[in-house]
């Protein structure tokens, strides 16, 4: 005779938070977590963790596999060790376990109070992880932080952009958003422990020094650059040959399909999975190109209003971006029949196809797209790209305030425009137009600034310019806190 079907008993439960909580009983996080070194921007992040005031909910957001529980058990780890919070005043919760399921967060926290015999929720921290497979999270953390102002909770989510709208809609004013991108560059020389190769110096922008890091094995630094694009999104691959070596098993398996097949399905009800992929490799496959709906609708064979949602949702999972275009009067089209779309981390398409040497062809794209990863964190600064019929300029920034190019890059994988000047014309001739005074072009190796026709441009490697927009991204994000 069949089992008859009843609810898990409360015994197991409390023995899986156990379990996840081992400091409950030694005080330490596992040592699984303890041995990893944090992320250039965790110290950010405990910032918002630690803070009591304003009563807010701290959402952390990211693509799959970026670090967020490390992170989580990092903070756990600083409040144990630094803010001396009792170890039984703070519990880790992974909501997508199929033991919690159907469990509210109110439940969950009951459970992990009863768990360890302290029924007061005065100065507890609560982590609740891939908190979007609980439905309608959201109502319940608004509930959690209304109903203990005493309480500190911090939640994590891979469906980032879902949980942003969630967040936006429901958690107005509870709410605190922090997004984790995928390992910068400038992190990747920080965790393999490469940072002896780099030289902090300087360098002059618009007549102004300006801090900049330059490096004593140019060589050297391209070949962690090449490594990067190919392996150095995430923090799991840089430190395994194993998973290098079998990049597809660990990156499209793991990450990709799961993000493909489970999480946007079940978040926004997509029908035809299969089609969804299939259009995320053509995407991936021309990462850096200049695109339009009706060629992607003749190349995927599928109808625009459709691309026009799966582009939605691959944003919403942080595996693109698009950027928008304006022409050579910096103005943006009123109807935006083409874009850009880069990778989120350019180590996908090697996931998906295959490693890239330096010669290959398609290089240039995955350097732009590895550059342009190091501008996602900056959530009102990520550059947009200008083309108009004589020329196109690759990277623009634009001001916050009066939304007009504030600097301009070229981003090339070539030392031919060191040489040639007439490879940069569109540049020059954009940045003549807005008085710009300085112009940024990448090399493979050349560094040197040159004036040409009265601008002053700037060759710098891609693998220095990359990391030091990295660099530069931690110190912004410090100052504006």
């Known amino acids: 005779m069949a089992k008859k079907l009843r609810s898990i008993p409360e015994g197991l439960i409390l023995n899986r938070l156990a379990f996840e909580n081992c400091w409950w009983e030694t005080g330490q996080i596992d040592k699984e977590y303890k041995d990893l070194k944090k992320r250039l921007y965790f110290d950010l992040f405990y910032k918002l963790v630690e803070e009591v005031k304003p009563k807010r909910a701290v959402v952390l957001m990211g693509p799959r596999r970026v670090g967020k529980t490390v992170m989580m058990h990092h903070a756990i780890e600083e409040l144990l060790r630094v803010k001396k919070v009792r170890n039984n005043n703070i519990c880790f919760i992974n909501v997508e376990n199929p033991i919690y399921f159907n469990i509210g967060l109110d439940e969950l926290f009951q459970s992990a109070m009863k768990s360890v015999g302290n029924n007061d929720p005065k100065g507890w921290y609560v982590f609740f992880d891939e908190i979007q497979y609980l439905n309608e999270w959201e ?108 990049l597809s098993r660990y990156i499209k398996n793991d990450i990709i399909d799961k993000v493909l097949l489970r999480d946007l399905p079940s978040l926004y009800g997509i029908r035809n999975q299969q089609e969804l992929n299939k259009f995320f490799t053509v995407l991936a496959y021309y990462t850096a190109n200049e695109l339009s709906l009706e060629s992607l609708a003749t190349t995927s064979g599928i109808d625009k209003n459709t691309l026009k949602k799966y582009m939605e949702y691959l944003e919403a999972a942080f595996l693109i971006k698009q950027i928008s275009k304006i022409n050579d009067a910096g103005k943006r089209m009123q109807r935006q029949s083409s874009y850009k779309a880069y990778l989120t981390n350019p180590s996908l398409r090697s996931a998906l196809f295959s490693p890239l040497n330096a010669t290959d062809e398609d290089m240039g794209y995955m350097v732009e797209t590895a550059i342009f990863s190091q501008w996602l964190h900056r959530k009102n600064n990520i550059p947009c790209y200008a083309r108009w019929e004589k020329g196109e300029v690759d990277m623009v920034g634009l001001s916050s305030k009066t939304n007009k190019p504030m600097w301009a890059a070229e981003i090339k994988w070539s030392n031919s425009a060191y040489n040639h000047s007439s490879d940069i014309k569109g540049l020059i001739s954009f940045c003549k137009f807005h008085k710009l005074e300085s112009a940024i072009v990448t090399t493979i190796d050349k560094f040197e600034q040159k004036e040409i026709d009265g601008i002053a441009v700037n060759y710098i490697p891609a693998a220095l310019y990359a990391y030091n927009v990295g660099v530069n991204t931690i110190r912004t994000l410090n100052k504006s806190e």
Request: glycine letters at 8%; zero cysteines; hydrophobic letters at 40%.
């Open 139 to 246: 109502k319940h953390l608004k509930v959690l932080v209304d109903s203990y102002p005493n309480t500190k909770f911090v939640v994590s989510g891979s469906a980032a952009a879902a949980l942003k709208l969630a967040s936006n809609e429901s958690g107005a004013g509870r709410f605190t958003e922090f997004m984790l991108p995928p390992l910068t560059f400038h992190e990747y020389i920080y965790l393999k422990e490469y940072e002896g190769i780099m030289i902090d110096s300087f360098m002059y922008w618009n007549k102004e020094k300006r801090p900049f890091y330059l490096t004593n094995n140019m060589g050297a630094l391209n070949i962690h650059f090449i490594n990067y694009i190919n392996y150095g999104g995430y923090p799991e691959a840089i430190f395994s040959e194993k998973i290098q070596g079998n």
